[in-house]
């Protein structure tokens, strides 16, 4: 959980906590952990709003006071850090066959869907909509050359609508419909 809030809030991809000094007593920590202790042993059940606040806000404090912090791996300049694009890559490999909005990626990623785009761009060398094409086409040439399902078939588990999306998608991007090129190999 810190590991995500450090990405989320400092752009860190790892921290290492420092405890204090033996004996040592952070009160804004005690104070956190009085409100959380209050809430938990109240009659009337705890707010989950309330209580995650709480933690978000003793995680927040453990980063910022207690913390070395560690650099993220270089990303291209003002393009997604390297966990954020993984994270997207692992997201459209998962969802391949699936309609995918921009707001979802951009969640994923940890930014607003208004930067995502261009983040998006900068790190993979082309837009999300062409990203994610290039990717089914990707599948859909494998199956395609492993000859062992139909067209019809093919285009359907790559994510395209039928085979005529598969075909003219393929042509325009790769140059052979599917048919030349399951016949080229």
């Known amino acids: 959980m810190l590991s995500e809030l ?24 005690l104070n956190i952990a ?23 806000l003793f995680g927040i ?4 006071t207690y913390t070395r912090r560690k650099k993220q791996s270089a990303s291209p300049k003002g393009g997604l850090s390297a966990l954020s694009a993984r ?12 309609k995918i909005h921009i707001a979802e990626l951009a969640s994923v990623a940890g930014i607003s869907p208004n930067h995502f785009i261009v983040r998006f761009a900068k790190t993979f060398g082309v837009p999300p909509h062409r990203y994610l094409i290039n990717l ?25 609508s039928d085979q005529s999306h598969l075909a003219a998608t393929m042509k325009k991007y790769r140059g052979k419909t599917p048919t030349e090129l399951r016949f080229a190999r």
């Open 6 to 29: 450090a990405l989320h809030e400092f752009d860190l991809a790892d921290v290492e906590l420092e405890p204090p000094a033996f004996g040592t007593v952070d009160l804004w920590a």
């Open 34 to 56: 009085q409100r959380v202790s209050a809430e938990l042993t109240e009659k009337a059940p705890p707010n989950e709003l309330y209580l995650d606040s709480l933690v978000t």
């Open 61 to 64: 404090h453990l980063l910022r």
């Open 87 to 98: 994270r997207v890559q692992e997201y459209l490999m998962e969802h391949l066959t699936q």
């Open 136 to 160: 089914r086409l990707d599948f859909a040439e494998k199956l395609l050359v492993d000859g062992e399902l139909a067209i019809t078939e093919v285009a359907y588990m790559a994510g395209f």
